[in-house]
Each structure stands twice: as C-alpha cells, then as structure tokens.
C-alpha cells in the first residue's frame, strides 16, 4: 500500500515563507508525477504545481514567481517552497502523485495566510 504523508503547514504573515513537505512511502516501483493542490474555504480543489518525468513543471499562474517545486527522487519526496504569501492562499493543502499508475492523494495539511 502506497502512503503520503505531508508536513510544514502552518500559520504565517502576509509575506511570509513556508515549506511543505510530501514523502511517498510503501511498494514504489514508479513515480511519473507528484505534485501538489490546494482547497480553499467554499472552493474547488485546484492544481498549485506540479512535476513530471523529464523536469516538466507546471505553475498556477497564481503563483508563478513566489512557489517553487522540487523533487528529491531518491527520498521519493516533493516539496513546495511557498515565498511572498498572500491571504489568498489560505486553503488545505494536498500532495498528489500518480505511483505506480494509480493516482494517490494526501491527506492535506493547512496553511493559513494572515496577520
């Protein structure tokens, strides 16, 4: 059984940084994609980056230039390093990988933007 577990939400000021943090544990013979989403209060789930075989990474517009993806293929692990957050980006949230052709999610954590 394929398990994520994310860590490093918490609560920060307009401006602030964070840096979240999902490892894949279990049976792992193949990870094609991880990545990360989030849900706001009353809002749909939506895709906040992700990374894909061959270095493809994909941005929110949202949040291109503050968010930053990384992967450490060894740990079986991504990373968000979130900069210059703003109240709009209070929302829980989730990490998302597609593991040995089937699509896994976290069990999200909160971030919280606020002064």
């Known amino acids: 059984q394929v398990q994520l577990v994310e860590s490093g939400g918490g609560l920060v000021q307009p401006g602030g940084s964070l840096r979240l943090s999902c490892a894949a544990s279990g049976r792992i013979f193949k990870i094609t994609r991880m990545g990360w989403y989030r849900q706001a209060p009353g809002k749909g789930r939506e895709l906040v980056a992700d990374s894909r075989i061959g270095d493809n990474i994909n941005y929110a517009d949202s949040v291109k230039g503050r968010f930053t993806i990384s992967r450490d293929n060894a740990k079986n692990a991504v990373y968000l390093q979130m900069n210059s957050l703003k109240p709009e980006d209070t929302a829980v949230y989730y990490c998302?990988?597609?593991?040995?052709?089937?699509?896994?999610w976290g069990q999200g954590t909160q971030v919280t933007v606020s002064s």
């Open positions: 998302n990988a597609d593991i040995n052709w089937f699509n896994y």
